[in-house]
Structure formats: C-alpha cells, structure tokens
C-alpha cells in the first residue's frame, strides 16, 4: 500500500518536472499534417507602418514558419505558436491566393504579380521578393502544401471544363487596356491558354476579349483574371457554307479585284470578309470576335406567300403580293423564286448584301414584288390569269437576268395560288358553268343523234329481218310451187302414159272391132253386097267428110277424135275405177290432165290448120 502511494507520488513528481523543463525549455512539436505559425509577443522592434507580417524579428505575427518536429525556445512568455493544417487542395479544383501583407499593387493592374515564392510555402522569399498584396496571378494545383495561413487566405475554385465540341471564348480581366477601335486583345504566344498569366501580362496582353479561344481540355484557369464562356462551336451542315465576317485581326487588304466594285474580300486573319469560306464541319470560331452566316449551297425556295414558310425561314416575312389589274380589280399573288448561290460566290453576296436576309428584303423583294405589280397593270385579271403560264416564263427569265448581276442563280420563278376578287370569281364561274352546261347539251345532242341512228339501224335490222323472213318465204312458196309444178308434170307425163295406154287399148280395141267387122263382114258379106250399093253413096259422103276432117284437124287428131268418138258410142272403159288424184279439186285430176293435153294438142292443129288455109 505504502510502495503503491510513493509510486505514484513519484511520477506526479516526475510529470511536474518535464513539465517545468517544457516550458523552460520552450518546446514545442509541430505535426506531419500541421504547420506552426508564430506569434512573437516581446520585441524591441515594432512593425512598420502598414506591415502585417514580421520579416526582421518585429513583434507580430511571423513570416517564417514551424515544419513537423520538436522546436525549442519558444518560451510561452514571448512566443505563440498556432498550429494549423496543411492547405490541401483537392483535384479538379484550383487554389486561390489573397496575400494581406506585401507591396501595393500597381494602379493600372488588378492581380498582384507573381513572384518566387515556392508556391506560396516560403513567406519571407514572397515578402523579400516584393510580392505584392491582394489576389495573386498564381494559382495552387491539386496536392498539399506548407502555407502561412495568416499571410495567405486560400480559397478554392473549379478548374475549368470545356467540352468536346464546344469553345471556351475568354475575357481577362487584367492586362494592358485595349487600343481604340478594337474590340479584343490580340493573339499572345506562350502563356499555355491564359494558364501562365503573368506571361500573358509580361507579353503585352490585353484585358477584355480575347481573340484566342479555348478548345476542349481541363484548364488551370484562375477566375480572378480570366471569365471563359463556353459555347457550342460553329457547325456549318451539308449543303452550305460558312461566310465568315472578323471585327478583329490583321489590318484589313482587299483581294477581290477592281471588278468586284460592291464590296471587298480579306484573306483569313485579317479584318473583313473571307474570301475562303468554311465548308462543312465544326469550326472552333470565336462568335464574340466573328460573324459567320450560314449560306446555302443547296436550291433555295422562297415563298412570297402568307403563311407558308420554308424549314430555312428565311421567307419568314414574305407574304403574297398585291397588285392591281389593267381593268381596276386588286388580286393577290402567290409566288415561289428558287434560287442558288455558289461555294465560290458566298462570300461576294455577304460583302455586298451583308446576309442572306439583306439580299432577300433589297433585292429579291422588290425585284419580285415591282415584276409582277408591272405585269398585272398591263393585263386584265382574267387576261392575267388564262395567261399564267406565258407570265411565268416571263418573270422566270426577267428575274434570272436581275440576280445574275448580284452573284445570285435564279432557278426558276413559279406562280402559285391568284386569288381574284369573290364577285370577278362569280362572274368567271357561272360563264364556266354556262359553257358546261352548253357542252352537256352538246353531248347529250349528239348522244340523241346517235341514239336515233341506232333505233333507225335496229328498226333497219329488224325490217331486214322481215325482208330475209319474206324472201325466205317467197322462195319457199316457189320451191313449193316448182314442186306443185313438178308434180302437176309428173301427174300430166303419168296421164299422157295412161292416155297413151289407153289409145293402145282402144286401137287394140278397134282392131278387134275391125276384125270382128270384116269378120261379120265376110258373114254378111252378101248383105253387104246388095246393101253397098245402097250405102256407096254413103260411104263417099262419109269419105269425103273424113278427107276433110283430116284435112281440116290433122291425121293423128282426126283419128284420136274419131277414137274417142267410138270410145264413147261403144262405151269401151280406158280409165281404171280408181286414179290417184294429181291434184284436181273434184277427184278426176287425172281425166282432166288427159282432157287437157288433147285440147291443147287439138288446139294447136288447129292454128296450124287456120294458118295454112290464110296463106293459101
């Protein structure tokens, strides 16, 4: 118990005295991390007026400081020692320095110039070396470092990003002031994009815009000498041209010649037009020191025509144009100009027009707008209307000879929509409706016409159907009585047979008579003896009457007379019972038809008699 209580007595005894030799000793141990500064407390001497930090052992705060390690002879009494963390400054950031104590900063400048200082770790050689109060020019990248925080206030910033296809445009805030007339600070070589400012100011920089930009990286700029603006850079898309316009550079020498006499072209660098456009792609211009206009290379069309515009919207404040006719009526007209500018002649169209908007409202436009105002004065309305096409063609040529003059090809001048007046209109469509209605007769008339041909063709056929139907019938009808005549032939020929047949019975007939006769003749023959006598008379008278009878009708007549005769006295049967008609009405077609041939042939001895006995 006893050895325990001495035990710590002792090493009470033992901290009370280190800690006496401490502070005897006036030590004190600075960190890895830290950094001591200093605070002198007794002096014999006194700061100057104005000064903050202590060079030459002033009473005040010191410029030097402690490093990590055990330091001795800063005794309490005279000296306080702050110990403080080392600056650290993180990546992607950028340490900015504001110095309290140094040399006053030139009047004419903003930032404090840069001075051997070991990036702001080593105070003495900043005071020593005239560093100047204030914002510096220098800047702290990412890392660590050994500052005198009572000398230097640090703060951060954002280094600075420009991204891929865009342009950082620059503006310093410190340099020499620009020159009358200019409106940016020259290209200055080697200060590593405004990155080495003490250099940009050595050189002769100038504040304010600059016409060197940034292009796509991470900058170590600081924010008290530079703003940088980034913007998307100058796209000049397929089908056109970039016709650039420099407020800045070289001084300005005109190369377009003595013939170009409304405008005049540089070469790239100086001051003026381009004569080189920009051909498609990006180009990392400086829109705060240039003008570029976009010109299309492609055809144009433009519109002068209310409320229709093309995607290019450079006919955004054309409309239809009004004009008066010859007979006192106005009417609008719609009309679209196609038009083409070279590569090569872009550039001569912006010197003399200043932009594609210049040329479309002084040339284009009144050029366009007087043609047709000029036409339509010359022609009534509807004149000006059924001659559309010969007034296209007209203006087409008329304003392909005006913008020629101006670097400018006109493709082709098209009349849209004419708008004539509602009443003129009326009158126009009820004379066409008139002029329809005529033709619908027309047609209908000759649709008439042709409808009565055809009637009068189908009547035609039909009738030709009869006539054919008749004539048919008519042939028919003959066949039928050639047929009726070939039978009646054919009956006549079969009576002739029977007639013949019939005189051969009747002649085999009488000759059975006659020998029946010669027989009853031989019978009687004495009879007839003493009758002959008495009959000779007779028989002369009967002789004599048959000599004149065959005289008179012919032999074979007189004898088939004669037959008959005794046909009939003797009642001798010639003809069947039964005979096929041939086509008499009364069943004796076949006695008629032997009746009939008799007669004609008695008839024709007859004539034949008759004529004999006139020509004896």
Not at 83 to 101: Q, R, Y
Not at 418 to 425: F, G, R
Not at 443 to 456: D, H, I, T, Y
Request: some cysteine; charged content about 20%.
């Amino acid at each position: 118990m006893d050895t325990l209580m001495y035990l710590g007595f002792g090493l009470v005894g033992f901290f009370l005295l280190g800690l006496v030799a401490y502070k005897a000793l006036g030590i004190v141990v600075v960190g890895d991390a830290e950094v001591g500064i200093i605070t002198k407390k007794i002096s014999s001497k006194n700061l100057p007026p104005g000064q903050v930090i202590a060079q030459n052992g002033e009473a005040g705060i010191q410029a030097e400081t402690l490093a990590p390690g055990w330091h001795l002879g800063f005794w309490p009494v005279m000296y306080k020692v702050d110990k403080v963390p080392l600056v650290s400054i993180e990546p992607g950031n950028l340490g900015l320095v504001m110095a309290i104590d140094g040399q006053q900063i030139n009047s004419s400048r903003i930032l404090a110039k840069e001075v051997d200082c070991n990036n702001f770790q080593s105070a003495p050689n900043f005071l020593r070396n005239n560093g100047e109060k204030g914002k510096q020019i220098a800047t702290l990248t990412a890392g660590k470092y050994r500052i005198n925080t009572a000398l230097f206030k640090i703060t951060t910033a954002p280094v600075t990003v420009i991204g891929s296809n865009t342009v950082g445009i620059v503006t310093t805030f410190d340099g020499v002031p620009l020159d009358g007339g200019e409106i940016a600070g020259s290209t200055i070589p080697g200060h590593n994009n405004f990155q080495d400012i003490q250099k940009f100011i050595t050189a002769g920089g100038k504040r304010g815009v600059q016409e060197q930009v940034i292009l796509a990286g991470q900058w170590n700029l600081n924010p008290w000498f530079v703003a940088v603006k980034a913007v998307e850079m100058t796209a000049v898309p397929i089908g056109h041209v970039g016709v650039v316009t420099s407020f800045v550079g070289k001084a300005h020498l005109d190369i377009s010649g003595d013939t170009f006499k409304h405008g005049d072209l540089v070469e790239q660098g100086h001051k003026g037009v381009w004569a080189t456009p920009l051909y498609p792609g990006m180009h990392p211009i400086n829109l705060a020191t240039m003008k570029v206009d976009l010109i299309p290379t492609t055809n144009v069309v433009l519109n002068w025509a209310t409320n229709r515009n093309e995607a290019h919207n450079l006919d955004k404040n054309l409309s239809s144009i009004t004009v008066r006719s010859k007979d006192g009526f106005s009417y609008n007209l719609d009309v679209s100009v196609v038009i083409h500018i070279g590569a090569k002649e872009a550039a001569r169209v912006i010197s003399r027009m200043g932009s594609m908007a210049g040329l479309i409202s002084q040339v284009l436009e009144p050029t366009i707008g007087n043609y047709f105002r000029n036409s339509a004065q010359e022609n009534a309305a509807l004149d000006f209307l059924k001659a559309r096409t010969q007034m296209q063609q007209s203006a087409a040529k008329y304003v392909g000879a005006a913008l020629t003059t101006y670097d400018v090809e006109a493709v082709d001048t098209l009349i849209g929509d004419i708008v004539l007046p509602k009443e003129l209109l009326d009158t126009q469509t009820q004379r066409k409706l008139a002029e329809e209605m005529q033709k619908t007769y027309e047609v209908q008339q000759e649709s008439q016409k042709q409808k009565e041909a055809l009637n009068r063709q189908t009547a035609v056929t039909e009738m030709q159907t009869s006539v054919v139907q008749s004539e048919q019938g008519v042939l028919i009808a003959q066949q039928q009585a050639d047929a009726k005549v070939k039978t009646a032939e054919g009956d006549t020929k079969v009576a002739e047979q029977q007639t013949l047949q019939q005189m051969r019975l009747a002649e085999a007939s009488a000759a059975q008579i006659q020998k029946k006769a010669f027989a009853e003749a031989e019978g009687i023959k004495a009879k007839a003896l003493a009758e002959a006598a008495g009959i000779q008379a007779k028989g002369n008278a009967q002789a004599e009457a048959y000599k004149n009878g065959v005289a008179a009708m012919g032999e074979n007549n007189f004898t088939l007379l004669e037959t008959m005769g005794t046909i009939g006295r003797e009642h001798v049967k010639i003809i069947p019972d039964l005979i096929i008609n041939g086509g008499g009405s009364n069943g004796d077609g076949g006695t008629s038809s032997i009746m009939s041939v008799l007669m004609a042939g008695m008839l024709k001895d007859k004539m034949a008699a008759d004529k004999t006995l006139k020509t004896q």
